[in-house]
């Protein structure tokens, strides 16, 4: 157990939905990453929130977007969904640049 | 182009062998980690490296950064071993860090 949990484990729904993944890190981690494992594209690295402040943004598409909140837990929100969005979403926490602690990940499908 | 390589993609070892798997990177980074991810999905930090070699239990990594190589090394090798085996670097962009580049993935696979 990482310490890092994400919720839902499973989500699927239709194209056009918005959905909502939530990541709580670890105790003391202010860093929160996002990422997203598709299987033609491997792991890709999304956003990264440093307490509360976007720090790094890496292959977010513009309907994605992300928040971390003052208690540090962080939400990543997909909207318009298409098909191409089913993946698994991985959320990971650190201190600083250190080694990250990966939660356990949703699994997205777009039908 | 930031570039992270593995090799190989796929490795089928027997119980016992010593395996090793390869990660090679084009330019200067801050740091290397090595991943697992497990059939089920999940994920699990295995090293993170910026030079030398570390060991924990029977997994070593080492990295020669004047090379940019780095591999992975599991010794006496297990079923519970089979996994998927990721190499990720931070490079550095203009003085400051950037983001993990994730390799595409060696799959292991241990017979018992």
């Known amino acids: 157990d990482s310490g890092v949990t994400q919720t839902p484990k499973h989500l699927i729904t239709a194209t056009g939905q918005r959905v909502t993944l939530r990541c709580s890190p670890r105790s003391g981690d202010l860093s929160v990453y996002w990422y997203q494992q598709s299987l033609d594209q491997g792991l890709q690295f999304l956003i990264q929130?440093?307490?509360?402040?976007?720090?790094a943004k890496g292959n977010i598409l513009e309907r994605f977007s992300a928040q971390q909140f003052p208690d540090l837990h962080s939400e990543l929100n997909l909207s318009s969904l298409e098909l191409g969005d089913s993946a698994l979403y991985f959320c990971?926490?650190?201190?600083?640049?250190?080694?990250?602690?990966f939660g356990p990940g949703t699994r997205l499908t777009v039908l | 182009k930031n570039e992270v390589e593995q090799s190989p993609q796929n490795l089928t070892a027997q119980e016992g062998e010593f395996i090793t798997i390869n990660c090679s990177y084009s330019?200067?980074?801050?740091?290397l980690h090595w991943l697992q991810q497990h059939p089920g999905g999940g994920i699990v930090s295995l090293f993170m490296l910026s030079s030398g070699k570390k060991k924990h239990g029977r997994l070593i990594a080492t990295i020669n950064i004047q090379e940019k190589h780095s591999s992975l090394h599991i010794t006496a090798s297990h079923p519970r071993d089979s996994a998927v085996y990721i190499c990720?670097?931070?490079?550095?962009?203009?003085?400051?860090?950037?983001?993990?580049?994730f390799g595409k993935g060696t799959k292991l696979s241990v017979k018992p």
């Open positions: 929130y440093y307490n509360g402040e976007e720090r």
């Open positions: 990720a670097v931070r490079f550095f962009y203009g003085g400051s860090q950037g983001n993990l580049i």
């Open positions: 330019v200067g980074i801050s740091a």
């Open positions: 990971a926490s650190s201190v600083e640049y250190n080694e990250q602690f």
